[in-house]
Each structure stands twice: as C-alpha cells, then as structure tokens.
C-alpha cells in the first residue's frame, strides 16, 4: 500500500521535472502570461536577424537609458517580423520570452546587476533569408498581396511579404495613422482569405485521380464553354482548347474540362480529400492565420459544383496554405511543418534553443505526389507559366486568375508552385497579386525574380 | 546591490533545504540515538538559517522593519516551542517535530511575501495550534476510551457536515465554511479526523461483513454530502483514506477492489451528473483554451511554475498574485515561481517524508486501533498533499484543496497541527508499548531463569 503511494509521488515528480524541461519553455511564452512586462522592464529586448545575421530588429539605449524598438528595413519585414508596442506581432510575438531572457556568460550577468545596467536579451535568428525577402518585396511592388516562399525539404519559411504594408518603427507613435489605414496590419500571407480560381485545379485533379486510380486516363473535348442545369461555364479569354488529355486540360488551365470533371465526381469524397488537404482544419504554423474554406457539399447546387471544380463559388484559400501543398508535392507527399524561428543563441553566439525540422504529415501518397509533379511541370514547359523555364532549375506550378467579381478587371493574379535542381536545392511559392488579373501576366513573373534570386 | 543579495540568498535557501530534505532520509537509515540527534539539531539549523534569510531579503527589499519585528516573534515562539517539546516529550519523533516546524516557516514566508495581514493571521492561528499540540499527546496517552465513542464521531462528523451544506454560502465554487462573527470555520478539516477515528473504531476489532457495511454506509454518507456541497478535494481524500484503512482491517484484498470499483463508478457518474466536474476536467486537458475565464488559475499556475524556473525569480521578483486564491489552493505555484522548482520539489519531499513516518508508526504500533488511526491520517495527508501538488502542475484536475501546514487558513492549519500531533502521541504510546513488551519479556527470562535455578537446586 504505502508503496503505491510512494509510486505516484514518483510518477508526479518525474511529470513535472519532465513538464519543466520538455514543456515550460513552449508554455510561458504565451502571451497571457503577465510576467512578459515584468522581465520587458528589467531587461533590453534581444535582436531579431535573418538567417544571414542581417539585422531584422534590434533595441536602441540612448544614453539617459530611454529604450527604442528599432527595425532597420522598415516596411519590408513588417509582418513577417512584426512589432513589440501595442501588441505583439510575427517574430517579435513567437519568440516574446527568448528575447526577454539572457542566457550571457553567469560572470558578465553578475558584472551587470553589480553596476545596475540591465542584461541584454537573447539573440533570435530567424530562416527568412535577406536576399530573398528583398527580391520578393521589390517584385510585388507597388501591388497589394502576398508572397510566401519555404522551403519543402525542412518546413523553413525563407520569405513572408504582405502589401499593403506599414512601418513598424511608426507603430508606438503613429499606431493610429497606420490603423485607419486599408487593413495594413493583416499579414495576407497566412491571414489572407482568397479565392483560388484555377490554382485549386490542383485539389480537383487529385480528387479525380483519388476516384479513378493515378493512371487514369481522362480526355475531353473544350469548345470553349459548357452548360449543365442553366448554367453555363467558360474558359478564360474565351479561349477553345478543343481535344485534351488531363496533362493538356491542367498546364493549359481548361475551366471546360474541370467543370466537367467535377460534376461528375464523389463530392462527399471531394470534402473529405480538401479536409485532408487542410481546408477547414488548423495549420501548423505559429503565425495567426484564417482556415482555408471548401464549400461544396453533396447538397451544392450544378452551378455551384461547376464554379467550384475551378476554384470559383465560396472557396476561400490563404497563400501560406497553398504553398505548404506546393511544398508537400515537392516533397513527395510529406510536409514538413512551417517555421521561422530557427534558434536562439546567446551574446557569445552559444545556441540555446534551436527548432528541429519536423514532419507533419503526408499531404498526399507518393504516386499522387508523382503525378502531380508531372502535371505541374507541363505547365511550365507548354501551359500557361513558360516564363518560368530557365536552364537553372526546373520550375513547376499553376497560375490561377480568380474573379471576385463580374467585372473582368477585378481578378486575382495566381501562381503556386516549386522549383528545384537535381542537386537537391528547392523552393516552394505562393504569389498572390490583388486586383490585376491574368495569372501568367503578374504573378508568375514575380515567382522568376524570386526563383532567380534563389537559384543565382 | 539588493538584487545581487536576492539572487545569492536565494541559492542558498535552494541549498539549505536540500541539506535538509537529505537529512530527513538519512536520519531514517540510522539506528545510533546520538547520531540521530547530531542530525535532528542540524536540520534545525538549516530550517532556522533557511527562515533568518527569507525575511532579511524581504526586509533588505521592502526596508520595512516590520518584517524583522515578524521575524522575531516567529523566531521566539518556534524556539520556544520546540524547547518545550522536548522537554515534555522525550519519546516523540523529533523528525515529525522539525518537519511541521519546517513547513509551518516556509507557509509563513510565502505568505509575508503574498500578504502581510494574512500572515499576521496564520501565525496567530499557528499559535493557537501550537498550544493545542503541546496538549494532545497527552490527551491520546489518558485517555482510554478514545475507541468507545464510535457513534460520536460519526454523529459530529456527519451533522458538521450537514451544517455547512444548509447554510454555507458558495465561496469558489464550494460550499466550505460556517461563518462565526470573526472567524470562519471549514468544518471539513476536522471531519477528516472524527471520520478516520470513526473508521477506525469501526474496523479495530470487528471485520465481519455486516460491520464493514455499516461502516460503508457511514463513510458514504460523509462523502456524499461532501460532493453535494461541490468539495470535490475533501470527498476524494475521505473515499482514499477509507478505502485504504478497510482493505489494511480486513486484509481482503476484495474490498478493496470493490470500493476501488465503486469509487471509479462514482466519479464517472459525477462527471455526467455535474458540469463543474466537467469544468474542471477541461481545463485539465487544455487549461489555455478558456485562459481568461475557467482555465485562468491553472493556466497561470503553469506560467508562473514555467516561468520561475529551477531556481525561482527570487522573492518579489515574479507575480505570484497573477494567480487567483494563489494563498490557499495555489501556494505550491507560487512557492515555486520565487524560490525555484527545487526548492517546491525539496518541500514536497519533505511532505513525503512526513507520510513515511506516518506510515512507520502505523507499522510499528502493535494496538490496531491506533494502527488504523495511523493509517487513516497518514492516507489523509499523504493523498491531500498529493491532490492540491497534482492539481496546481497539471498532473491530474485540480481539485482546490490547501497544502496541509503551509496553506493560508486557520481550519486547515490547526486540524493539520493536530493530526501531527495525534502522531507524536502514538509514537509516544508505541515506546510505552516498547517498554511494556520489554518488561513482559524481562519478567518471563526471569521466571525462566528462577525455574532453572530451582532445577538445579
């Protein structure tokens, strides 16, 4: 008896030596946890920098001890890094309590606390890569929208531009003037809720290739439009692709051929693979972000099932989503979960926590991942983004141009995809640009300027 | 100036009540009675240099003399108190002895730290308690007729019960006390004694099947009305502690089973039957997603243990306040949030420590009525202790229970005190059993030895 006692004891000792070593570190850095303002006012706020040591965010002390928040790239890391005063955000958010605490040499605290000067927070390096967030940031231009590009390999987030944008060193200050602004503060990039136009063929094809095997072979005959119970459908431009095979009707985008192919698909079935696909399901990132929506149900009516095959109806999509899909069909099916804290490391450059790449889980089976590859890679070299082939890598995709409304001129420009070389370096995208139209026009261009900068 | 004094003090308060906690496993190992008080007086010392540091670094950062005035109160009244017991009682466990004195400092200093008046009012409540535990060793030892008031028990313990369920108000979430003017009373604290002296009677000499089901229905009874007045914690220590006396009485490993099985029927029921158990389940499984409402004590519970460390933030460094009812229910958080995980992990050893010597007499003691006493406080204390550390760290759902001796509230203070002083009893009365044993054993070898004699004669 007294032993079974002393068993739980036991047990309850080594749960919390385990809560605390394993668990603690995750835990107290939420933001509910009043003690951030208690270390915020003993110590220096740590610095940000990119994976090359740039300088993302750092804390400037004038000499009557007055600390200043200062970001040395001003708008272009805004939400990917974020800001401190009134709220947190991005980097500054997720890695709160790292940049709070010092683990400097014990000798140098103790010197400090003797002569009454605060300790200087931890270093936090990131995995946005400097080069690379500027290129994107400069291509997206005077735009609104979003880029996102990681890394399918290892799940490292190595750019996040959102536009509109703001500067975060006018947040304390000026947080008024930036608010009244046109939702600068939302970061596109994981809160962004887009319609996906042709982008989402991507999910459509798969759930085909789900119902009738990865050999299947579909052919259809475009005409230039198509109709079913009233409605009627067609492609983009007005263009006739008459006779395609699935490779044909994905790289050339036929909206004919996928309003057909859906309506004749499972859409139960269709929910369930979306689902799996982290439509209306939780991310796993650490950004706040807004779920991705698939709307269709077995109770949709034609017109909506037809809008729907070729990302039109209610769907709703947010650019990080689609480029972790990109980068699990890269990867062979496997995610590999999102980050952008790549570790933490002390004032002499001693590593004190460090992420570990991890797996999420297989998006999609390999054969899928296979053919989907193929798919993706006709689009670049016949289809719709022949821009984007280049003797450096090899680059795949889907451009999408996704109306919000009837006006034509009101059209989401699309690209999603990856690029890759043999020696095993690669890079998955998402480009969104608001309002432009044409897929191939806007966005994929911005995908070659990041794809060159990656690949150079 | 002051920091670098928090922070080394700090190490060192970690360090002395490790030494302790160590001394509080050897002394058990040792048989040599000189040895044995060598390390009694030294764990004395460590607890009193541990006290003198925690109030220097509070006064050193408040630079209020009235912590030192505190300070010196505490100081003479513990030293005071502890001369006496030895002189009275020479036969007690001076381990028992340190550990409360040891406990009962560290609630005091923690509750300095969290609130002055509070502690003012615990430390006269300690006094009050102490006075009681200088006398009920002696009352254990006179009085005989402590296993013939069967009913007696049962009847106080069940109408104070009943008392608080009628006209206590709800005060989080529970019913717990009966207001008298001044002071309250939580009833429930002292019903854990008459129950297991109850049980004890009960069980002692009779283990036939009729008895132990009066005595079910007795202790369901407590139990019941427990649970009705929603306090969870005094429902589930009262079902261990009889659970554990019925199955050490009868040895029938089958009762035992059955109440085991009983018991898990019953808390399934009243996870279907009651939302607030359902609350409180919740916010075991995941205390963050409700953080600003049910799940805000827990989660800030988890911040303040996570953020505090190994070593502790020092006192007045951290935000234990952040942290509601942090005085009684969450103490052990905040304990930990200021002086460390090892300090909190030392204390709670120190607790444990205090079981195992509950459970030895319980062994040693040849009458099984005070066998099952024993026991039956030993299960108490142990399983409470194991309840509110388990329910602050997440370990299992918090039922809001206190820390026995270091807990603010008076109820809880002077039952606790009591029980350790019923202990010290029976380890008085077991070395009486020794000597009667003895001289039994010294009269046959003499008779013995007469009958030889006359032989060879």
């Keep these: 008896m007294a032993y079974c006692f002393i068993a739980i004891f036991v047990a309850m000792i080594g749960y919390i030596v385990y809560f605390q070593v394993f668990k603690a570190e995750d835990i107290i850095n939420n933001s509910y946890n009043k003690r951030h303002e208690l270390f915020a006012s003993r110590m220096i706020r740590g610095d940000i ?11 400037k002390v004038s000499e009557s001890g007055k600390e200043t928040r200062y970001y040395p790239h001003g708008n272009m890391y805004a939400h990917a890094v974020g800001y401190c005063e009134n709220g947190t955000t991005g980097v500054e958010e997720q890695a709160n309590f790292s940049l709070l605490r010092t683990h400097s040499f014990i000798g140098n605290q103790i010197y400090n606390m003797l002569t009454e000067k605060k300790n200087k927070g931890d270093t936090v390096v990131t995995t946005l890569k400097s080069k690379l967030q500027s290129v994107a940031y400069n291509a997206l231009g005077s735009f609104n929208g979003a880029v996102v590009a990681i890394d399918p390999s290892n799940g490292r987030i190595l750019a996040m531009v959102s536009k509109p944008d703001f500067d975060p060193n006018d947040v304390k200050e000026g947080y008024e003037d930036i608010i009244s602004n046109d939702s600068v503060l939302l970061n596109r990039a994981t809160q962004g809720s887009y319609t996906p136009g042709s982008t989402f063929k991507i999910f459509t094809t798969l759930e085909y290739l789900k119902e009738h095997g990865s050999d299947a072979a579909y052919t259809y005959n475009c005409t230039g439009q198509i109709s079913m119970d009233g409605t009627t459908v067609h492609c983009y431009g007005n263009e006739v692709h008459g006779q395609l095979d699935l490779e044909h009707a994905f790289a050339e985008s036929c909206n004919c051929a996928y309003a057909n192919m859906g309506l004749n698909l499972n859409i139960s079935e269709f929910q369930k693979m979306t689902k799996k696909m982290l439509f209306n399901s939780a991310l796993p990132i650490e950004y706040p972000y807004t779920k991705s929506s698939f709307s269709l149900s077995k109770d949709s009516s034609t017109a909506s099932i037809m809008m729907g095959s070729f990302g039109q109806d209610q769907i709703t999509v947010s650019p990080m989503h689609l480029a972790m899909v990109a980068a699990a069909i890269e990867n062979n099916g496997m995610l590999m979960k999102p980050y952008v804290i790549d570790h933490v490391e002390n004032d002499a450059g001693d590593i004190v926590t460090e992420t570990e790449r991890e797996e999420y889980r297989n998006l999609l ?35 999408g141009s996704a109306q919000v409304s009837d006006s034509s001129d009101d059209t989401h420009s699309w690209f999603v995809g990856y690029a890759n070389r043999s020696s095993g370096k690669d890079l998955a995208i998402a480009v969104i640009v608001e309002k432009q139209g044409n897929g191939s026009r806007y966005a994929v261009p911005i995908a070659k300027k990041v794809f060159d900068a990656y690949f150079d | 100036m002051i920091e670098i004094l928090v922070q080394v003090s ?16 050897t002394v058990m190992t040792r048989k040599d009675a000189e040895v044995r008080e060598q390390i009694i007086n030294r764990q004395r010392k460590f607890a009193f240099m541990l006290h003198f540091l925690a109030y220097l670094i509070m006064f050193a950062v408040k630079m209020d003399i009235k912590y030192l005035v505190f300070y010196a109160v505490q100081v003479l009244i513990f030293t005071l108190f502890l001369n006496l017991y030895d002189l009275f009682y020479e036969k007690a466990s001076p381990l028992v002895v340190n550990n409360m004195v040891l406990l009962l400092m560290i609630g005091l200093i923690m509750l300095t730290r969290l609130n002055f008046e509070h502690a003012i009012r615990q430390f006269v ?12 060793p002696l009352i254990i030892h006179k009085l ?3 296993d013939k008031l069967t009913w007696v028990y049962a009847a106080v313990g069940i109408l104070a019960l009943l008392v608080v369920f009628a006209t206590a108000t709800v005060t989080g979430g529970a019913k717990l006390s009966i207001d008298l003017g001044p002071v309250s009373i939580q009833p429930s604290e002292f019903v854990k004694i008459t129950y297991v002296f109850f049980v004890a009677c009960m069980l002692y000499k009779n283990t036939e099947f009729k008895q132990v089901l009066i005595t079910t229905a007795v202790a369901a009874t407590h ?15 009262l079902f261990v502690a009889y659970m554990v006396m019925t199955f050490v009485a009868t040895k029938d490993i089958r009762y035992f089973l059955i109440i085991f099985a009983g018991g898990c029927l019953a808390s399934v029921m009243a996870y279907f039957l009651f939302s607030h158990v359902q609350i409180r389940v919740a916010n075991w499984l995941d205390p963050f997603s409700d953080i600003t409402g049910t799940g805000l004590q827990l989660s800030q519970s988890l911040f303040a243990i996570g953020t505090g460390g190994w070593l502790g933030l020092g006192l007045f460094q951290g935000m234990p306040k952040s942290i509601p009812v942090v005085e009684s229910d969450f103490i052990f958080s905040a304990i930990s949030e200021e002086m460390g995980l090892i300090f909190a992990l030392s204390m709670l050893l120190v607790c444990i420590s205090c079981f195992i010597m509950f459970l030895n007499i319980a062994l040693q003691i040849k009458n099984q009525f ?12 142990g399983f409470q202790v194991f309840l509110m550390v388990g ?12 820390l026995p001796l270091i807990s603010y509230g008076g109820s809880s203070i002077v039952s606790t005190v009591i029980i350790f002083s019923i202990i010290e009893g029976l380890y008085i009365l077991r070395e009486d059993e020794g000597e009667f044993f003895a001289k039994k054993r010294r009269k046959t070898r003499e008779k013995a030895q007469k009958g030889r004699k006359e032989k060879e004669q």
């Design chain 1, 365 to 399: 089976s390999k054969n899928n991942a296979k053919v989907m590859q193929k798919l993706m890679e006709a689009t670049v070299n016949y289809g719709t983004a022949t821009a984007l082939q280049s003797s450096k890598y090899k680059a795949a995709g889907k451009t």
């Design chain 2, 125 to 136: 409540f300690i006094v009050a308690a102490i006075v009681l535990c200088v006398l009920v």
């Design chain 2, 144 to 146: 005989t007729f402590l």
């Design chain 2, 370 to 381: 005070y066998k099952l006493i024993a026991l039956g406080l030993g299960c108490v204390y």
């Design chain 1, 49 to 59: 920098v990119s994976a090359e040591g740039d300088v993302l965010a750092t804390t």
């Design chain 2, 10 to 25: 700090k190490i060192i308060m970690i360090l002395l009540l490790c030494l302790y906690t160590i001394e509080c496993f």
């Design chain 2, 391 to 402: 329910g602050v760290t997440k370990f299992i759902p918090s039922t809001g229970v206190t």
């Design chain 2, 223 to 237: 139990v019941l009305i427990l649970v009705a007045s929603r306090d969870l914690g005094g429902a589930l220590i």
